[in-house]
């Protein structure tokens, strides 16, 4: 007979892993799952952080005819750069916003409040110092008022500046000229910054930004 057979150390040792060595394979195994499931948990919390920190909004830009209506609409994500009419037509707008002095308040304010919207950097200060020269307001009180109108469409003169020209006629309350018509020229650096809130989809769906600016008066040849 093999002496293992009779060994009492060797025979408790083979009963007890008979008895209790399922268990001791289910607490291992179930050990590892528990692990595994804390892995996945943090996992998931950090994915659900990331998710949390990044922008939901999808900017869309949207091209306008002559009139200012919408005529194409787009993700600025899956969009190829912003359209040149798109950039033309803002661009109009802009002048007209910033040169027209009405006698409608209320359309004043509404104009220089979307003006606000398309300036960045240091064309904001240069915008505020010609209002702080030529306050509407006080103009329309006087009773001089301006009509804007743009001579043709804005053109490109670089990669990122504009050119436009315009004339400007001053009248009095009873529409009657009282000053001759002079003819502008402005340069515009235009910067391209898709909208990433509800906000500025609302007032600068397309993201154009004038960051610079310069503007003189065209003098008529008198030859």
């Not at 093999?2 to 083979?14: A, C």
């Not at 916003?97 to 509404?110: F, G, P, S």
């Not at 960045?120 to 009180?141: C, H, M, T, V």
Request: proline share 4%; glycine share 6%; net charge positive.
């Amino acid at each position: 007979m093999n002496d293992s057979q009779n060994n009492p150390y060797l025979n408790g040792k083979q009963e007890w892993l008979e008895r209790y060595g399922s268990y001791i394979k289910a607490r291992a195994f179930w050990r590892a799952m528990a692990f595994l499931c804390v892995i996945l948990a943090i996992l998931a919390t950090s994915g659900s952080i990331i998710l949390i920190h990044q922008h939901k909004v999808v900017p869309y830009i949207v091209a306008v005819d002559s009139l200012g209506k919408s005529v194409a609409v787009g993700r600025a994500d899956a969009a190829s750069p912003v359209p040149a009419r798109l950039i033309q037509a803002e661009i109009a707008n802009i002048i007209s916003n910033w040169r027209t002095v009405t006698a409608d308040i209320d359309l004043q304010r509404r104009m220089l409040e979307k003006l606000s919207y398309f300036m960045a950097g240091s064309a904001k200060g240069q915008i505020k110092e010609w209002f702080d020269l030529n306050n509407p307001y006080q103009r329309a009180a006087k009773g001089t008022l301006a009509q804007i109108t743009i001579k043709g469409v804005p053109h490109a003169v670089s990669s990122g500046s504009w050119r436009v020209e315009w004339t400007e006629t001053v009248r009095n309350h009873t529409g009657v000229i009282i000053e001759v018509p002079r003819r502008y020229e402005a340069t515009l650096a235009i910067q391209i910054q898709p909208p990433t809130t509800d906000e500025q989809i609302l007032k600068n769906p397309g993201g154009i930004y004038v960051t610079e600016l310069s503007f003189s008066t065209i003098l008529e040849n008198t030859n």
